[in-house]
């Protein structure tokens, strides 16, 4: 499998010896400016790692253009650093960050992707409209293409979004939630996305799919969420590994490793 997004190096996981052993290919996602070295580590040394840099909606309000755009110049010779994000809006707790903040980061974020010529991995909860309007305001932006990872939209959402962005590669990642019962209606979402646009993600350590929800994620539970999108997908495992494998090497432009 090739697992679109995950945070590995999150203490939680780094510590457990079966998840360094049992981990996959895939993108460790540079989530808060403190950990990029971490993250960025991580995939300087195993060989099927990928890396990205972000700064995630969660610490919007200690966002340092300067700071974030330095790391990046810095670290562009970097071979496994394939992507800007995740970066984007989360409105589901009253504590995080103030909504002007959380835009002013995402909309960065959005202009370092277009200037290092790099794909943009977009995190996006509770806060349908607002993504879709800065996405839309900046569509001359993302030709280098975006991904809704950890996608929880409806599939007039999905349909809504790629006419709006026609032209530009957007792709969808769906991870652990696809399994939960309340999230059901997000097989209608995976089968309104063309095929060749959809991801697989575990985003360890978080949304652990069905049977091992409330657990710590790891890499190897990925398994439980291609089992639920082959069937709604009308395909085998086997061929849902390959599909999303290809997509996301389409998607982060990755060459090596076929
Ligand atoms: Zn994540």
């Not at 330095?70 to 009253?94: M, Q, W």
């Not at 909309?107 to 509770?126: C, F, G, T």
Request: with cysteine; glycine share 4%; proline share 5%.
């Amino acid at each position: 499998m090739f697992d679109s997004h995950f945070h590995t190096t999150d203490p939680r996981l780094i510590s457990l010896p079966e998840v360094v052993a049992g981990s996959n290919h895939g993108v460790e996602i540079g989530a808060d400016f403190e950990s990029l070295p971490a993250v960025f580590e991580y995939a300087r040394e195993h060989e099927h790692i990928y890396c990205t840099a972000g700064v995630h909606p969660e610490y919007a309000d200690t966002y340092s253009a300067n700071d974030f755009e330095h790391y990046v110049v810095e670290n562009l010779h970097e071979p496994k650093f394939v992507a800007i994000g995740e970066c984007g809006l989360d409105y589901h707790r009253d504590d995080l960050p103030s909504r002007e903040q959380q835009i002013r980061a995402f909309e960065h974020q959005i202009y370092m992707a277009d200037r290092y010529k790099k794909p943009l991995v977009v995190h996006s909860r509770d806060a349908w409209d607002d993504t879709a309007k800065v996405l839309i305001a900046n569509r001359s932006k993302l030709k280098h293409g975006v991904l809704i990872h950890c996608m929880s939209y409806t599939a007039e959402q999905a349909q809504y979004l790629m006419a709006r962005l026609a032209g530009i590669d957007v792709y969808f990642a769906f991870g652990g939630h696809i399994t939960y019962p309340s999230k059901s209606y997000l097989h209608d979402t995976m089968r309104a996305i063309p095929l060749n646009r959809i991801l697989i993600e575990t985003d360890a350590p978080y949304l652990a799919p069905v049977p091992k929800r409330g657990e710590i994620n790891k890499p190897q539970y990925i398994q439980y969420t291609a089992e639920t999108m082959a069937r709604v997908l009308g395909k085998t495992p086997a061929e849902i590994e390959t599909l999303t494998a290809n997509n996301a090497y389409q998607f982060y432009k990755i060459k090596a490793a076929r």
